[in-house]
């Protein structure tokens, strides 16, 4: 099948794209310029069909999309709510059999129960979480209404080696990895018992895969695309102490006073939205629907990204 997708060199594009080509799909990957993904040394990258468009400055980019007359879209960009009633508008009349939409963990709110169900109301907390909620709502709609093929993806803390991953104090601040290397002293806000839920890249990029593979089951649906289980700040904290051969040192601070230990209004903001969802998300119907099985824990998650970073020279840790 002809496969475009939207964002295709980023976090998750850079792991579906060689998925959908090994799998002998012609792929289309869209960006605003081209450039290397995380996976550039994948062969899979040598069959791939670059296009060169910008959501942002090209009033025509949707209809530049429905030219294309793909069987399926992959839309990792959308992250406004005008932009995806624009792109169902433009692909209405085309071959079109399959749209993904890529949502976020950040359109739930603060939980009520755990896990969160991925087709539960949501209450959005910020104007990205309320755009993406919007998108979803939308989409259902339409599929039930007019039969649009619609499937939602909810990552959590996308992570990978290459990027800037979600820290133990649910920022993306990298100086907290190399004081904890450094055996320094780490305050957490509260008890630190708020909850992050990491992912790898790869996992997201596999439950595209699994939806398109389990098309009829997806369509109508949204998934959390999260690994098996969330943890802690204490449990993560803990765990890069470790990591880098040193015996934990973690405080606790409330939050007024961590914030002030912080001194970074935008940091403090970053882990406020993180930690005030304390997400753990279900994976039950991804599971039973798609036969999604997440292939790393957050902690091989983290690992890979911290080591990554020492690789890059970001953190100085002498092995």
Known sequence: ????????????????????????????????????????????WKRVEHLSLDRVKDPNFAQKVADVNADIVIDLISFKIEDTKKIVAALKGTNLTHYLFCSSVWAHGRAETLPADPNGIKHPLDDYGKNKYAGEMFLKDEYRKNGFPATIIMPGQISGPGWTIINPLGNNNTDVFQRIADGEKIYLPNFGMETLHHVHADDVAQMFVKAIQHRNQALGESFHAVSDTSWTLYGYTTAMYKFFNQTPKIGFLPWKEWAEYIGNDAEVEHTYYHIARSGQYSIENAKKLLGY???????????EAV???IDRGIINYPE
Do not use: C, F, W
């Not at 605003?32 to 062969?43: E, F, I, P």
């Not at 099985?293 to 690992?303: I, Q, R």
């Open 1 to 44: 099948m002809k496969i475009i997708v939207l964002g295709g060199y980023g976090h998750i594009g850079s792991y579906l794209v060689p998925k959908l080509v090994k799998l002998g799909h012609e792929v289309i990957a869209v960006s605003r310029g081209k450039h290397d993904s995380y996976t550039k040394n994948d062969s899979a």
């Open 307 to 309: 080591q990554s970073y």
């Open 293 to 303: 099985s997440p292939n790393h824990t957050p902690l091989e998650t983290v690992e």
